[in-house]
C-alpha cells in the first residue's frame, strides 16, 4: 500500500511560483510511475506532469512545459512539482498520484494511488 500527502499549496499572484511536495510512504517511489494532475472546477483532471525513473522517461504537458518541473528527494521519500510563471489559468486543485506500471501515464484511471489534493490559486 502506498499512501501520498501532498503539500505546498497556496494564493499566489501571476507570474509567482509555488513549490508542491507530495511525501510518499509505505513503498519507495523510484518503484513506481508517479503523477501531478490538476482539476479545476467543471474541468477533468489533467495530467501536468508524468514520469517514471525505471524507464527514464518524463512527460510534460505543453501548457507547462518550461515553467513546471519535477523532482524528488529519495533521502525524505518526497516528490515535488515546481511551478515557476504561474498564471491564473493554473488554479486547480493538484493532487500527486502513483501507479504500479513502469511507463509514463498520463490517464488518471491508470493510477493506482492518489493524494487528497492541494489547492493552487493564482490571482491575477
Known amino acids: 500500500q502506498v499512501q501520498l500527502v501532498e503539500s505546498g499549496g497556496g494564493l499566489v499572484q501571476a507570474g509567482g511560483s509555488l513549490r508542491l511536495s507530495c511525501a510518499v510512504s509505505?513503498?519507495?517511489?523510484?518503484?513506481?510511475?508517479m503523477g501531478w494532475f490538476r482539476q479545476a472546477p467543471g474541468q477533468e483532471r489533467q495530467c501536468v506532469v508524468a514520469i517514471s525513473w525505471i524507464a527514464g522517461s518524463t512527460y510534460y504537458a505543453d501548457s507547462v512545459k518550461g515553467r513546471f518541473s519535477i523532482s524528488r528527494d529519495n533521502a525524505k521519500n518526497t516528490l515535488y512539482l515546481q511551478m515557476n510563471s504561474l498564471t491564473p489559468e493554473d488554479t486547480a486543485v493538484y493532487y500527486c498520484?502513483?501507479?504500479?506500471?513502469?511507463?509514463?501515464?498520463?490517464?488518471?484511471?491508470?493510477?493506482?494511488?492518489w493524494g487528497q489534493g492541494t489547492q493552487v490559486t493564482v490571482s491575477s
Open positions: 509505505g513503498r519507495t517511489f523510484d518503484t513506481y510511475s
Open positions: 498520484a502513483a501507479s504500479r506500471s513502469r511507463v509514463v501515464l498520463t490517464t488518471s484511471g491508470n493510477y493506482n494511488y
